[in-house]
């Protein structure tokens, strides 16, 4: 029913800049937040940043000043900015987000396939 398709990881040098994206496709009513996760092996996933509908931010401490997060609401696509990076940002990335299907009440949570963001010289 929905899907949410990623793009933009791969390999940066540290202190350099990577943009990821991610677009939901599939029958829905409507997308409320959005928001990427980071996860390695072996540890917890953690909180990059959300947004909400009306452009409402919120980041993770490891990642503020640095990341940017937005969205084109027309395109349904969340992107993550990503500057000054460092080699502890190695890790693989997941998009979210809180959608409401057709004929439902509720909102349910879709994860993106992952992306993979490697920093190093």
């Known amino acids: 029913q929905v899907e949410l398709v990623e793009s933009g990881g791969g390999l940066v040098q540290p202190g350099g800049s990577l943009r990821l994206s991610c677009a939901a496709s599939g029958s829905f009513f409507a997308i409320n937040a959005m928001g990427w996760y980071r996860q390695a092996p072996g540890k917890e996933r953690e909180l990059v940043a959300t947004?909400?509908?009306?452009?409402?931010?919120n980041y993770g401490d490891s990642v503020k000043g640095r990341f940017t997060i937005s969205r084109d609401n027309a395109k349904n696509t969340v992107y993550l900015e990503m500057n000054t990076l460092k080699p502890e940002d190695t890790d693989g990335y997941y998009c979210?987000?809180?959608?409401?299907?057709?004929?439902?009440?509720?909102?349910?949570?879709?994860w993106g396939q992952g992306s993979k963001v490697i920093v190093s010289s």
């Open positions: 979210n987000a809180e959608v409401l299907l057709y004929d439902t009440n509720r909102w349910d949570n879709y």
């Open positions: 947004i909400t509908c009306g452009g409402k931010t």
